[in-house]
């Protein structure tokens, strides 16, 4: 069971990066998929997820700017980010739950599998 999420880089501000977490060793679909993202120093907040049956929830921060979706035929998941921010900056995981993967929330304990980050950065 393996997730990896790439798709990080760097990008000037309102720029936009589109994440990828790919699955290997289960399929994605009857899971809830998160991303999250860590800036050193601080902790790792909760960013966006989708359920089992691709309901949506965003952080406040990034709602509008940012959307998640899933491709079951390629067992993967995507964040796109548009209008990115320099606060935007961080190292961004994905992360699969199962046992509330109809009703997923924001909060780590919703998810059993995590992915080595990808790191964006936004700066000028």
Same mark, same amino acid.
């Given at each position: 069971?393996?997730?990896?999420?790439?798709?990080?880089?760097?990008?000037?501000?309102?720029?936009?990066?589109?994440?990828?977490?790919?699955?290997s060793?289960?399929?994605?679909?009857?899971?809830?998929?998160?991303?999250?993202?860590?800036?050193? =120093?601080?902790?790792?907040?909760?960013?966006?997820?989708?359920?089992?049956?691709?309901?949506?929830?965003?952080?406040?921060?990034?709602?509008?700017?940012?959307?998640?979706?899933?491709?079951?035929?390629?067992?993967?998941?995507?964040?796109?980010?548009?209008?990115?921010?320099?606060?935007?900056?961080?190292?961004y995981?994905?992360?699969?739950?199962?046992?509330?993967?109809d009703?997923?929330?924001?909060?780590?304990?919703?998810?059993?599998?995590?992915g080595? =980050?990808?790191?964006?950065?936004?700066?000028?």
């Open positions: 069971v393996q997730l990896q999420a790439s798709g990080g880089g760097f990008v000037q501000p309102g720029g936009s990066l589109r994440l990828s977490c790919a699955a060793g289960f399929t994605l679909d009857d899971y809830a998929i998160g991303w999250f993202r860590q800036v050193p =120093g601080k902790e790792r907040e909760g960013v966006s997820c989708i359920s089992s049956s691709d309901v949506t929830t965003y952080h406040a921060d990034v709602k509008g700017r940012f959307t998640i979706s899933r491709d079951n035929a390629k067992n993967s998941v995507y964040l796109q980010m548009n209008s990115l921010k320099p606060e935007d900056t961080a190292v995981y994905c992360a699969a739950g199962f046992l509330y993967s009703y997923p929330t924001l909060e780590e304990y919703n998810y059993d599998y995590w080595r =980050g990808t790191l964006v950065t936004v700066s000028s």
